[in-house]
């Protein structure tokens, strides 16, 4: 609420809150999506809870809950919408994903900050990481055991119906998504919401996947690179050289980024009040004017 402290769980307030701003697409995590979405049913519902789940469902036309978030053209394809006005695009839930969509994090826009993508690596992607290279050497040595003592004889699947040719196609997956997220993390990535959503998510472009959002995100990306919105903070982090050198031809964008010292146009002159004549002049004008007309 208002005046409350960022960090700080209002006393008796019935959920969790996830500060840092980060769900998973991971059933294995505290922080999975569907489950917070099941805490706040059973909190609202209690024990109607599993039935209310069921009805949602139903009205989404999805199987479970975790298909609706899971597809790119359900909800974020909603959120979208809903939240877009005229030209003006602002969803406040990124879903940044794997190429396939095998794993995803739902970013909060508003609790973003320059560590945002740092806790996506560390807290999130790379326990995942681990936890599925783990597999993959339990699923290698399971391979070796049977073809040593049974001969060439497929393995069997592990927990889930995942062989080993998916789960290290997952790995895969999982270590590219970590390297576009510390490669934006580096550029550097420090966001200022009033850039505007749409400016502020372009680095990232590459890890969404509704088309749509993708293709709008990726123009306004190359069209910040390419010094169009050098008004934007983003753009004095990522190429500060570039901006300050614009600065010292445009006063509005030195103003934008407080950098109004580097402008080498002189300011525009302001015309002084015109000095009241005296009234025994004004009158001598005025008849001097007569006669020579």
Same mark, same amino acid.
């Given at each position: 609420?208002?005046?409350?402290?960022?960090?700080?769980?209002?006393?008796?307030?019935?959920?969790?809150?996830?500060?840092?701003?980060?769900?998973?697409?991971?059933?294995?995590?505290?922080?999975? +999506?569907?489950?917070?979405?099941? #805490?706040?049913?059973?909190?609202?519902? &209690?024990? $109607?809870?599993? =039935?209310?789940? @069921?009805?949602?469902?139903?009205?989404?036309?999805?199987r479970e809950l975790r298909e609706y978030f899971r597809k790119?053209?359900?909800?974020?394809?909603?959120?979208?919408?809903?939240?877009?006005?005229?030209?003006?695009?602002?969803?406040?839930?990124?879903?940044?994903?794997?190429?396939?969509?095998?794993?995803?994090?739902?970013?909060?826009?508003?609790?973003?900050?320059?560590?945002?993508?740092?806790?996506?690596?560390?807290?999130? +992607?790379?326990?995942?990481?681990? #936890?599925?290279?783990?597999?993959?050497? &339990?699923? $290698?040595?399971? =391979?070796?055991? @049977?073809?040593?003592?049974?001969?060439?004889?497929?393995?069997?699947?592990?927990?889930?119906?995942?062989?080993?040719?998916?789960?290290?196609?997952?790995?895969?997956?999982?270590?590219?998504?970590?390297?576009?997220?510390l490669r934006v993390a580096q550029l550097p990535y420090k966001?200022?919401?009033?850039?505007?959503?749409?400016?502020?998510?372009?680095?990232?472009?590459?890890?969404?996947?509704?088309?749509?959002?993708?293709?709008?995100?990726?123009?306004?990306?190359?069209?910040?690179?390419?010094?169009?919105?050098?008004?934007?903070?983003? =753009?004095?982090?990522?190429?500060?050289?570039?901006?300050?050198?614009?600065?010292?031809?445009?006063?509005?964008?030195?103003?934008?980024?407080?950098?109004?010292?580097?402008?080498?146009?002189?300011?525009?002159?302001?015309?002084?009040?015109?000095?009241?004549?005296?009234?025994?002049?004004?009158?001598?004008?005025?008849?001097?004017?007569?006669?020579?007309?």
């Open positions: 609420g208002k005046g409350q402290k960022a960090g700080v769980t209002p006393e008796n307030y019935p959920l969790r809150i996830t500060w840092s701003g980060i769900l998973a697409d991971d059933p294995n995590h505290p922080e999975d +999506v569907v489950r917070r979405v099941r #805490e706040a049913i059973e909190t609202i519902w &209690k024990e $109607k809870a599993d =039935a209310i789940e @069921q009805e949602a469902c139903e009205i989404l036309g999805v790119s053209s359900s909800f974020f394809a909603a959120h979208l919408k809903r939240y877009s006005k005229s030209r003006r695009q602002a969803p406040i839930y990124w879903p940044l994903s794997t190429a396939s969509g095998s794993y995803t994090l739902w970013i909060y826009y508003h609790r973003l900050t320059d560590q945002t993508l740092y806790q996506c690596i560390n807290d999130f +992607v790379n326990p995942k990481l681990e #936890e599925v290279s783990r597999e993959v050497e &339990k699923l $290698k040595q399971q =391979a070796h055991y @049977q073809r040593s003592n049974r001969g060439d004889i497929p393995p069997a699947p592990l927990k889930g119906g995942m062989m080993l040719e998916d789960l290290q196609e997952f790995q895969q997956e999982l270590k590219d998504f970590r390297d576009e997220l966001p200022n919401l009033n850039d505007g959503v749409l400016i502020t998510a372009c680095p990232l472009w590459r890890l969404f996947r509704l088309p749509k959002w993708r293709k709008d995100l990726e123009e306004c990306w190359k069209k910040l690179s390419a010094g169009e919105y050098d008004w934007a903070h983003l =753009a004095y982090i990522i190429w500060p050289d570039r901006v300050k050198n614009v600065c010292r031809t445009d006063r509005s964008i030195a103003i934008a980024h407080g950098l109004e010292h580097l402008c080498q146009l002189e300011l525009p002159k302001t015309k002084g009040k015109r000095k009241k004549k005296e009234k025994g002049q004004e009158n001598e004008n005025d008849t001097r004017e007569i006669f020579e007309d």
